[in-house]
């Protein structure tokens, strides 16, 4: 098939891309590089299957010319992350708003296939844990910005929907927590990433308020995988669905398994939400989601345990120089350690 993938350059996005070519297709990558890497997919660059467009998928005419040459769309691309969006959010909302109206418009009007990818931020601070994707969203005031980016994604699920009602092929999936190799190095919008990059630097880990706020850290490769499914699977047209893995941690543990795995001698320092986002801040305590629908309708279940995929994405840390540029990491029998630890 030939296949566009909007934010093809960007941490999902590429590892979708690496699949998509693994298994044959011609894949068209649409990416403005502004979180996106040339790294992540410049492997594929001298492949005669390989399209990479440097561009913002606000632009219709360069999105009018890719739609229509492809049979399907992975729309990835989106200002993704509470951080970046509590910084910017007029930035937030206009491309995920506006991009993906652009990108299902255009579907439309060619009469292609959309997976919509969408976040699990959706669910706001419901406490309805596991999180069913029928299930009632809780927000809090429009003062506080964090809801933003949960709003910027329900309005595209909505247009979407909306397309689905008229016949268009779409699916929409919501991903909770994903993290594995290509995560931003720096740390940027993942807290595992985060992590990982202070226990390699001999850091403090920084953890917010108490860490008994929980996450179901979803690895890479299940994440695509559950992506793949909705998006072939036919069942699943005009549904959503919750790509997650079913185990709750705590940030507090997640440090702490850091900590294990790198054999850093880091402190762990709690830090007040307030002295980390200056506004308004609202934190999202449980995120846990619902997985019969993937389960019954995809035959989808993550599978990759913490331990292991946390393992995998420090392996690939340690091979980045922007994570660990001091740290001169030594591979010991029993793993990694750090010298200055
Ligand atoms: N977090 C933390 N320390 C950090 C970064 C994040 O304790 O340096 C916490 C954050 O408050 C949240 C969780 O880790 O409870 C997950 O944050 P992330 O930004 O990875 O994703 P979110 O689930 O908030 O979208």
């Known amino acids: 098939m030939r296949i566009l993938v909007t934010g093809g350059a960007g941490y999902i996005g590429s590892n979708l891309v690496d ?10 990558v649409v990416d403005n590089l502004s979180t996106g890497k040339i790294t992540n997919i410049q492997h594929h660059l001298g492949s005669e299957r390989f399209h ?7 632009n219709t005419t360069t999105m009018e010319r890719l739609i229509q040459q492809v049979d399907m769309v992975y729309h990835l691309a989106a200002v993704v992350g509470v951080k970046y969006v509590v910084e910017d959010p007029l930035r937030g909302i206009t491309v995920n708003v506006r991009g993906t109206e652009t990108v299902l418009e255009l579907a439309f009007k060619y009469w292609r296939k959309v997976l ?3 976040s699990s931020e959706i669910y706001g ?21 964090r809801w933003s980016y949960s709003d910027s994604k329900a309005i595209d699920e909505y247009f979407a929907f909306a397309y689905g009602k008229k016949g268009l092929p779409v699916v929409v999936v ?19 990433a985060r992590f990982l990059g202070q226990a390699l630097r001999g850091e403090p880990l920084t953890v917010y308020d108490d860490g008994l706020q929980t996450r179901c850290f979803t690895y890479i490769d299940d994440t695509v995988r559950g992506t793949l499914l909705a998006a072939t699977v036919p069942e699943a047209e005009g549904l ?11 940030i507090l543990e997640l440090a702490q398994m850091v900590l294990r795995i790198t054999g850093a001698r880091s402190e762990i320092r709690h830090i007040p939400y307030t002295e980390v986002y200056k506004a308004e801040f609202e934190e999202t305590r449980r995120r846990v989601p619902d997985v019969r629908r993937a389960k019954e309708v995809l035959g989808f279940e993550a599978q990759t345990p913490l331990e292991e995929g946390l393992q995998r994405t420090l392996d690939w840390f340690v091979g980045q120089d922007e994570a660990s540029p001091t740290s001169g990491l030594q591979r010991t029998k029993e793993g990694y350690r750090c010298k200055q630890s």
């Open 19 to 28: 699949r998509l070519m693994a298994d044959g297709h011609q894949v068209y």
């Open 52 to 58: 990479f467009v440097n561009d913002s998928i606000l």
């Open 116 to 118: 919509i990818a969408s």
């Open 125 to 145: 601070k419901s406490t309805n844990v596991p999180l069913s994707e029928d299930d009632d969203r809780v927000l809090g005031s429009t003062s506080v910005g």
């Open 174 to 192: 919501r991903y909770f927590n994903s993290y594995g190799p290509r995560l931003d190095p720096k740390g940027y919008g993942s807290v595992i």
């Open 240 to 250: 959503v669905f919750n790509i997650g893995s079913s185990r709750e941690t705590s």
